[in-house]
């Protein structure tokens, strides 16, 4: 009844735009979230770059590529990518390449400090990175082209390592408000809080979240282990065409390892596809990868299937040097 009554007296206006969160251009040790005229500002309590709400499109109906048997579709290409850091100019990525078709899960394993994460946010758009060399191609668009919105729009998802908090806004609202902003963009119908309802409390089943975590603000007091679920979360109710899951099995206990990876393996369809940041390779019993690649230096320097995390648990990222 209470999680209700809050729908009842603090549903967001609709129609809804997308959220964003940036760092106040005023100067100000503050930041805004902004939807439309509604602006709201917070203390600064969580990370120097912009979050942008994550907001994925669905595949069209009909792009399916298995329904018809033919070949897979590539999602997204990566060639020759480069990137410095971009206050200072370091160079991170050094030429990484990556193809990733329809239905794969890709899993980069890789030293502390290899450029991993960089990867996955250079991915995204985020702003501490300079690309300064290659190409991303995703669903046949130039990635790099796009905003991180447009980037999220166009089927991207990306699950933070270290997931912030954004105290004042509610789980629910930040999830309704995005989804919402997501129907809309796809000319879609909105829902209403009770109608959300109705569509996130099978979701929250899926991925074992109490229906009181709704109520909680976005990832403010919640634990290690509970961050992580709420990022699953966030992906089931967004959706995703490639989602990217950076470190998403650290500080998880057994169990709720089992239930990510059952609630990512519940969201796989053959035009879904995942890439995965991890190192340990008992994630990739729960979520069975498709080729792991090992990323050296800010490039990948090796590929192949699940025997590579077998050979590194027993012998360490020696054994992948190459000669
Ligand atoms: N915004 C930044 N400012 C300064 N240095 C950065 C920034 N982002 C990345 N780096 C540096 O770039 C290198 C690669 O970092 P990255 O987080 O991509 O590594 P990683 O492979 O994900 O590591 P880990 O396995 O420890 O998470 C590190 O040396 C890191 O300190």
Redesign the pocket.
Known sequence: MALLHRFGCCSPPSPLPPLSFQKSTSGSDSYTVSAFQRRVRYPRRFSSFRLTATLAAESPAGSVSDGGGGPPKLLMEVKDLTAV?A??G?K?LNGVNLSIYEGEIHAIM??????????A?VLVGHR??EVTGGSVVFKGENLLEMEPEDRSLAGLFLSF?SPVEIPGVSNNDFLHMAYNARQRKLGQTELQPLEFYGHIRPILEMVNIKPDFLNRNVNEGFSGGEKKRNEILQLAVLGADLAIL??IDSGLDVDALRDVAKAVNALMTPTKSVLM?T?YRRLLEFIKPTYIHI?DN?KITKTGDISIASILEKEGYKAMSTP
Request: hydrophobic share 20%; net charge neutral.
């Open positions: 850091i206050e200072s370091k991170i890789g030293k502390n400090g290899s450029g991993k994460s960089t990867f946010k501490d990175y390592q950076d470190e940041i190192h990323m800010g």
